[in-house]
């Protein structure tokens, strides 16, 4: 019963952050001038990836069970947006603007996140055949470079980006600004404070909701860290995305996807290869190998044809049941 109600309260405080976030981040982005890929890609997807990102890394410092969840945690994460997430965007667009709309973002920024992640995560899943030691630590590096590295290429890309018609442009005037605040100075920054708080504590509590919901039911650690807690911390993306997409903003919804999949798929895996066993164990071949599947079929997408459609995005749905089946099978 208290897991219901921590639930019940947790869920619209993130929904409650997350239309502040991004509302908020619109402005900023347009503030900065910068294009619509930046602002999703690098600004939103960083900023609503901390929640998922503090799980492995708090359970990376202890032994034993806690490691184990933040193998799951950080291989959960990447899973969940290249299939699940990819999914229920898609169905908020089919919903929204039906199963034969065209959604239209970006193809440069889209191509290029979805590239350095696949690079990326296909190097941190050959790190799992590495010996411990320093020939892991040296890949742990590589992939953090690689991040840095994306993210200069993809602010390099921004100027051109907005001389061709793809700035970020706000859509409507700050929530908070339609209040007693709107003298004061740097409101786009305190709301975007105020909307990452809500996110972040309405997640800490729905991730404590989840897990509390987890024990009364048995759930198995390994179940709870694949998949429930990557559920939980994943919401702040599910939702912008889907608020971005019913407002046919589909570069920021998108970008708020893959662009935190880039960071979730370079930088949490150089966690897991210096602090947790990052072993091949048929599960995390397994689970690595879907992730790589779902973003590949976007990419593929992406690169045959000119139009994405709601239907091309359910695949991810349909990848995560295999993922469930094989899991509940294991």
């Not at 061709?164 to 007693?180: D, N």
Request: proline fraction near 5%; charged fraction near 10%.
């Amino acid at each position: 019963m208290i897991a219901v109600v921590i639930l019940a309260v947790a869920l619209p405080v993130i929904l409650a952050g997350a239309e502040l976030f991004t509302n908020a981040i619109e402005h900023v982005g347009a503030a900065f001038g910068v294009s619509e890929g930046v602002t999703g890609s690098l600004l939103a997807a960083v900023g609503t990836a901390l929640p998922e990102t503090a799980v492995p890394v708090l359970a990376s410092w202890h032994q034993g069970p806690g490691a184990r969840v933040a193998v799951g945690a950080v291989l959960g994460a990447p899973l969940m947006l290249s299939t699940l997430t990819l999914g229920v965007m898609g169905l908020a667009a089919a919903r929204s603007r039906g199963f034969s709309a065209a959604l239209r973002p970006e193809r440069s920024g889209l191509r290029r996140d979805l590239n350095w992640f696949l690079g990326l995560f296909a190097f941190s899943l050959a790190g799992l055949f590495f010996p411990r030691g320093l020939p892991r630590q040296l890949l742990a590096a590589g992939l953090v470079a690689g991040y840095f590295g994306y993210v200069l290429v993809t602010v390099r890309a921004s100027a051109g980006l907005v001389a061709a018609g793809h700035e970020t442009l706000a859509k409507g005037p700050l929530h908070l600004a339609r209040m007693v605040l709107a003298r004061l100075p740097g409101l786009r920054y305190w709301q975007l404070l105020l909307g990452l708080i809500a996110i972040l504590a309405g997640a800490q509590g729905f991730v404590v909701g989840v897990e509390r919901l987890g024990q009364q039911l048995a759930i198995p650690l390994l179940a709870l860290s694949l998949v429930i807690v990557p559920i939980a911390t994943e919401l702040p993306e599910k939702i912008n995305s889907v608020l971005w997409i019913t407002r046919r903003q589909d570069t920021l919804a998108f970008g708020n996807i893959t662009g935190a999949l880039v960071f979730q798929g370079s930088l949490l895996p150089a966690l897991g290869l210096t602090l947790t066993p990052w072993r091949p164990t048929a599960l995390l071949l397994a689970t690595m190998t879907i992730t790589l599947a779902g973003a590949g079929l976007l990419r593929s997408r992406v690169a045959c044809h000119r139009e994405i459609h709601p239907v091309h995005m359910l695949a991810g749905g349909l990848l995560y049941t295999v993922f469930l089946s094989y899991l509940l099978a294991s």
